[in-house]
């Protein structure tokens, strides 16, 4: 495909919102073009299963760019926008070239994110894999993501990449992997390990695809399965990381509630201070409860609020609690919901 100052045109239309009906198809078009020949690419070099995923490749091309048409009250497509905002430039003094560059690096990143996403769909074990791999790499300082190729790889940080070389073969990782690998091994340590195996060998590129990672890490976790784990125990992995997440998530929504409906129930006086920062409380142990595999000893809103204020009966929380927590904990499990879709 051609790209002239036309395309140009129809990305500062849409990143400013100024855009028209005709612009909308327009600009549909440019992202089916741009996205429909890297997952071609994929399925011919056998990165993509369409089998597995039970798609034709249209359907996964149009799957893999809905994202991107997202947009806000005002009708902006504030995905773009952020990310052409947070460049140092504006797109306006870029050459048509170079806006198609960057917008061709923004979809891809999108395309990738939500290949991810469909083969976590159909293979819960590699997403339970690759989503506590999202969140020991962001703990842990080893590893940059980048996108390649319209790939995403882990590289290893202030090393050289040995770009010259050949790419890493699955099968060099699963050898090398095998032989200093644990089976009861968690992400971040696999994550280290993967770490030392590419820094110390100097035969081929220090990259290694995400997902390929990922599946090397699940071949692990299906062999601790197969010789110590009962089959109940599956879906088990990492569960202490996890858990850690939903806290920090837990304590980030309450902290946003608690600012957000601090005017409406305490300076209106609904309820005192002390007794707001009750419900605050109580909410957060609610998220966790809902959210983490972690055990309480109580298990209904009453038992969390009863933790808070020990003398509190039952008659007196129906009459006087029951509907403010139910309504804060409705909030609060939507807002936990798109905080742990982040991760």
């Given at each position: 495909m051609?790209?002239?100052?036309?395309?140009k045109?129809l990305?500062?239309?849409?990143?400013s919102?100024?855009?028209?009906?005709?612009?909308?198809?327009?600009?549909?078009?440019?992202?089916?073009?741009?996205?429909?020949?890297?997952?071609?690419k994929?399925?011919?070099l056998?990165?993509?299963?369409?089998?597995?995923l039970g798609?034709?490749?249209?359907?996964?091309?149009?799957?893999?760019?809905a994202?991107?048409?997202?947009?806000?009250?005002?009708?902006?497509?504030?995905?773009?926008?952020?990310?052409f905002?947070?460049?140092?430039?504006?797109?306006?003094?870029?050459?048509?070239?170079?806006?198609?560059?960057h917008?061709?690096k923004?979809?891809f990143?999108?395309?990738?994110?939500?290949?991810i996403?469909?083969y976590?769909?159909?293979?819960?074990?590699?997403?339970?894999?690759?989503?506590?791999?999202?969140i020991?790499?962001k703990?842990?300082?080893l590893?940059?993501?980048i996108?390649?190729?319209?790939?995403?790889?882990?590289?290893?940080?202030?090393?050289?990449?040995?770009?010259?070389?050949?790419?890493i073969?699955?099968?060099y990782?699963q050898?090398?992997f095998?032989?200093t690998?644990l089976?009861h091994?968690?992400?971040?340590e696999?994550?280290?390990k993967?770490?030392?195996?590419?820094?110390?060998?100097d035969?081929?590129?220090?990259?290694?695809?995400?997902?390929?990672?990922?599946?090397l890490?699940?071949?692990?976790?299906?062999?601790g399965?197969k010789?110590?784990?009962?089959?109940?125990?599956v879906?088990?992995?990492s569960?202490?990381?996890?858990?850690?997440d939903?806290?920090?998530?837990?304590n980030?929504?309450?902290?946003?509630i608690r600012?957000?409906?601090?005017?409406?129930?305490?300076?209106?006086?609904?309820?005192?201070?002390?007794?707001?920062?009750?419900?605050?409380?109580?909410?957060?142990l609610?998220?966790i409860?809902?959210?983490?595999?972690?055990e309480?000893?109580?298990d209904?809103?009453?038992?969390?609020?009863?933790?808070?204020i020990?003398d509190?009966?039952?008659?007196?929380?129906?009459?006087k609690?029951?509907?403010i927590?139910?309504y804060?904990?409705?909030?609060?499990?939507?807002?936990?919901k798109?905080?742990?879709?982040?991760?």
């Open positions: 051609i790209f002239t100052v036309v395309h045109n990305l500062i239309a849409i990143i919102g100024e855009y028209s009906n005709q612009d909308l198809k327009n600009f549909a078009n440019l992202c089916y073009s741009l996205a429909s020949p890297l997952i071609h994929k399925i011919s056998g990165k993509i299963n369409l089998d597995i798609m034709k490749q249209n359907e996964i091309v149009f799957d893999c760019i994202d991107i048409f997202s947009r806000d009250e005002r009708g902006r497509f504030y995905k773009v926008q952020s990310y905002e947070s460049l140092d430039f504006k797109i306006e003094n870029l050459s048509t070239e170079e806006a198609i560059v917008f061709r923004f979809l990143n999108v395309v990738n994110n939500n290949l996403r469909l976590s769909e159909v293979d819960s074990t590699l997403g339970k894999i690759l989503r506590n791999m999202k020991a790499l703990r842990e300082s590893f940059t993501q996108t390649r190729f319209g790939d995403t790889y882990l590289i290893p940080i202030n090393s050289d990449l040995l770009w010259e070389k050949p790419p073969t699955f099968d990782l050898n090398m095998s032989k690998v089976i091994d968690n992400i971040p696999m994550l280290k993967l770490f030392d195996i590419l820094i110390e060998q035969e081929f590129q220090r990259a290694v695809p995400l997902v390929l990672a990922a599946l890490f699940k071949e692990v976790y299906i062999l399965w010789e110590e784990m009962p089959s109940s125990a879906n088990t992995i569960l202490e990381l996890e858990n850690e939903v806290k920090a998530a837990a980030k929504i309450c902290t946003g600012n957000e409906m601090y005017r409406a129930y305490v300076e209106k006086h609904k309820v005192d201070e002390p007794l707001f920062f009750k419900y605050m409380n109580a909410l957060n609610i998220l409860n809902s959210f983490s595999t972690i309480f000893a109580g209904s809103y009453f038992e969390f609020l009863q933790m808070e020990p509190l009966t039952k008659d007196v929380y129906i009459k609690h029951k509907k927590i139910e804060l904990a409705k909030i609060a499990k939507n807002k936990m798109n905080e742990l879709q982040k991760l």
